[in-house]
């Protein structure tokens, strides 16, 4: 005999399946709290287990430096000595609590990120606090940061894949541009304690920053927040705007390694930021092009030439400027006609319509992604931050879905036809 669960499920019927595309996805709002000296707090209170994440966000990244690595340098070496602890007994605090403190330098902002029970918070802040506002960058850490430095820039500068994605960058904005400068041994030996506590000076005691948590939040967070981040700056530095000077050569060939078997390719074009009217819809048409594992790329130059066991494309995450890149390693014999087939590829979704059935692969591939990075506490507050860094609102994630879910296939044709021309894009192989 047949028996239904108490649940009222029949368990006899399988369950309806559900493409993607039809998923009705929300983001779970945050609640935001503003600190009595005005830094802006925004929560996510969520998730089964007793742990939560805290991130400080500075602006204080290498577009506000005057000298190269100095922002880079300052963020890292706040872990490694304050007025009354040292690098050890900073890192042996956290260790004991099970804790993890990362910092992360980018091109606009900083971050000290926290991972960390519930129930311990209230004692690792303050020592959060002690790092923001007492950091005193020993002479004897900035040396071995500065060999550590050094030592990893001599073995990266051996990989042509390193030496692509550097010289592209410089290719696209100039050297002088943040998103452009490179990296030298002379840049790190010359840093000194002085420009690092200056520029911890003016970006971090008398800066601005946010605070981002996420996780199973304790009752009095706000308060702990108030006690120790609520008395110190939260003045934004004047902004800055840099001049993008490209290379006027765009094909280079690079020969790093006479005796390598292997070649990093980078084709690059320039593309406006999150705010342009095209850069969703774009999103789309990227996906179809190069952005997962079923895209046409991978199709033709993977699975059909073998050329290579993996190639992408994808929208640089910047602010201010950004760029649309294709980015792969091949044989060096191949290199060649790889960069051929994409450019033929380029040509197909100029001329000819995506049909429905691809089409709507991509459609659930880009939902499902996008439900993935909602699966949790983190996650949610991780796609808040980039909105607001960004200067968005809600309003772009559900034009995002809204963008998935209704373009179609001659409004991607028309994108491909003004973005997706050779003769606009940078080409760089690196051997």
Known sequence: MITVAKTGIDRTVAPKIIDAVDLNLQLKPYRKYILKNGVEVFAIDAGAEDVMMVEWV????????????????????????????????????FEYFGAYLNRT?????????????????????????????????????????????QQRLSVNLLKCDFVAQRLIDAYL????????????????????????????KQYYLQGKFLIFVAGKLPENLEELLNKNFGDLSNKRPEGKNFLVRPAPEMKQRITNDPNGVQGAIRIARHFPNRHHPDFLKVQVLNSLFGGFFGSRLMANIREDKGYTYGIHSYIQNHIQQTAWMVSTEAGRDVCEPAIKEVYHEMKTLREELVDEEELLLVRNYMMGSI??????????????????????????????????????????????????QPEQFYELVVV
């Open 371 to 420: 439900l993935g990075d909602l699966d949790g506490p983190f996650q949610v507050i991780a796609r808040w931050k980039n909105i607001i860094l960004n200067e968005l609102d809600e309003s772009y994630f559900y034009n995002s879905i809204n963008t998935i879910k209704t373009i179609t296939a001659e409004e991607l044709k028309q994108l491909a036809e003004k973005y997706l």
């Open 58 to 93: 500075h602006y204080a990244g290498n577009l506000y430096e005057e000298k190269n690595f100095v922002a880079s340098a300052t963020n890292f070496m706040l872990k490694n000595g304050t007025s009354t602890k040292t690098a050890f007994q900073i890192n042996e605090h």
């Open 173 to 200: 904005y100039g050297e002088q541009h943040p998103y452009g400068r490179l990296s030298r041994f002379e840049d790190y030996e010359s840093l000194t304690r002085e420009q690092l506590a200056e520029f911890y």
């Open 105 to 149: 330098a980018y091109n606009e902002t900083s971050a000290i990120t926290l991972h960390t029970l519930t129930k311990h918070v209230g004692e690792l802040l303050p020592v959060v606090r002690e790092m923001l506002t007492e950091s005193i960058f020993p002479e004897e850490e900035l040396n071995t940061f500065k060999k550590i430095m």
